[in-house]
């Protein structure tokens, strides 16, 4: 099949390059001139494992083409995905400037019959919106599709080559062919392809972060209320995530949700609530917990300190909102940075590929370090807010020579309580105990 993939961030690449992979002709476009030059030379804009050996081989075999031209990439393609970005508007709601844009320069330039298909998390009654604005001018008969995407960064490429599922929204028979085509090599395994109207596949997306959002707060609470009443969220964590009905998955407590999707898809169905009159309560709460536990190291760090904190360096291990990826929106990292700044403290910081965007936003307010060990020289605590595999099983003793206090306030509760405290800690972590040295 043609076709084309209209903005090339995570989702936009992944499914080009994707779609590429098995087989199709793929043009990416791109509004962004600089980027379209880089992808054209070979180089990935974004950091996702797996994703440079599809592209390069893609790219070489030239299934995959990038250009900054609408009417060139759309020329013969069948499906035309519209992976734009709707960023949060003011009032909460997702912005559709991007994909209204492209839906009203699109209509007189399609040529033939395509599918055109939202990619994007958009509000409920979008494709019927995107409907009107292509229909508008129009020559030719057309489809338009919502297909919510469901990847994960960090595990993008697998995410998308093997999916838990594909929600089609359409009820048109013409466009349910050309999409049963388009993921069968995808869905081989026999996982399912779930055809639905527009509007329902518009509001399972929503519904499925939403929910996971939820879940993972519903444990931010069970933490919180654990180191109150002397439990441990680890062994309530095994405890509960065994009964099937609940699942082992998003069961890790820690210090809230980040990243491009929770916090914008949550704050916009509650939106869409308020817009429909309907008082989804749920989702207030999980918006209020989350914003409190992305908080929550920094009074223990007041405490420890006795609430001053001029002078002291704080050695901070992870940037990104979580593993695997180099992306920082919503990271708690960085508001907790701010906050440690803001009480004048000093911050030195290591990520294995965050860095360079932190940079960006914080330029030299923070150090930076090339090693983990290193940012722990002479600090007088160390902060981690993300699981980085690296982090896991550090060398404890270098660490405390390095250290001038052995103290660590962990937000992902990567150690086990027993070792911190053999191994001489104070040990700050969620829903758990304090541990003080034995
Ligand atoms: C999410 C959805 O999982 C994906 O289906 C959707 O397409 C986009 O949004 P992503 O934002 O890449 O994907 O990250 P995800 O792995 O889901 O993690 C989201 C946040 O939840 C991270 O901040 C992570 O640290 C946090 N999290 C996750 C927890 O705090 N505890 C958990 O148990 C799981």
């Known amino acids: 099949m043609k076709i084309a993939v209209v903005g090339t961030g995570y989702v936009g690449l992944v499914t080009g390059t994707c779609f590429a992979e098995t087989g199709n002709q793929v043009t ?10 880089r992808l054209q ?73 395509a599918v055109i298909i939202d990619k994007s998390t958009v509000p409920v009654g979008t494709a019927e919106k995107v409907h009107a604005a292509i229909a508008k001018n129009a020559k030719v008969d057309f489809d338009v599709v919502s297909n919510p995407e469901f990847l994960r960064e960090g595990v993008a490429v697998e995410d998308f080559m093997k999916p838990d599922r594909v929600v089609v929204g359409t009820t048109s028979e013409k466009a349910k062919k050309v999409m049963e085509k388009l993921y069968a090599p995808l869905v081989r395994q026999g996982n399912p392809v779930i055809f639905m109207d527009e509007r329902s596949a518009e509001m399972t997306k929503y519904a499925a972060n939403s929910f996971l959002a939820m879940k993972i707060t519903f444990m931010n609470e069970i933490a919180n209320l654990c180191e109150k009443v002397g439990a441990n ?28 999707c929770f916090p914008k898809d949550v704050q916009a169905l509650a939106k869409t609530s308020k817009d429909y009159d309907y008082d989804f309560r749920i989702l ?18 007041e405490n420890y300190f006795a609430s001053d904190l001029k002078g002291k360096t704080i050695a901070v291990w992870g940037l990104a909102f979580k593993p695997y990826t180099d992306d920082i929106r919503e990271a708690p990292a960085l508001e907790n940075i701010e906050a440690l700044l803001a009480a004048g403290a000093k911050v030195v910081a290591y990520d294995p590929e965050a860095m360079t965007n932190v940079k960006g936003i914080l330029g030299d307010k923070i150090t930076f370090t090339h090693t983990p060990y290193a940012a722990l020289d002479d600090a007088d605590a160390l902060m981690i807010f993300t699981e980085w595999p690296q982090f896991r099983t550090p060398e404890f003793e270098k660490m405390g020579k390095l250290l001038k206090n052995k103290v660590v306030f962990d937000g992902r509760n990567l150690y086990e309580l027993d070792q911190m405290r053999e191994m001489g800690y104070t040990y700050y972590s969620i829903g758990r105990e304090k541990v003080v040295p034995a």
């Open 284 to 301: 207030k709460s999980v918006m209020d917990v989350n914003y409190d536990q992305k908080k929550k190291l920094l009074p223990m760090v």
């Open 233 to 260: 969220v680890d062994d309530i964590r095994r405890g509960i995530g065994t009964d099937s009905r609940i699942g082992k998955r998003f069961l890790f407590a820690g210090i809230g949700y980040g990243g491009s």
């Open 28 to 37: 990416c476009v791109d509004i962004d001139v600089r980027k379209v030059e």
């Open 41 to 113: 030379k070979g180089e990935i804009p974004i950091y996702e494992p797996g994703l440079d050996v599809l592209f390069d081989r893609n790219v070489a075999e030239g299934r995959l083409l990038f250009t900054t031209s609408l009417a060139e990439g759309i020329k013969d393609a069948q499906v035309i995905f519209l992976a734009l970005p709707t960023p949060p508007g003011e009032d909460g709601s997702a912005d559709l400037k991007y994909i209204l844009g492209v839906a009203n320069d699109l209509g007189p330039i399609l040529d033939q019959y």
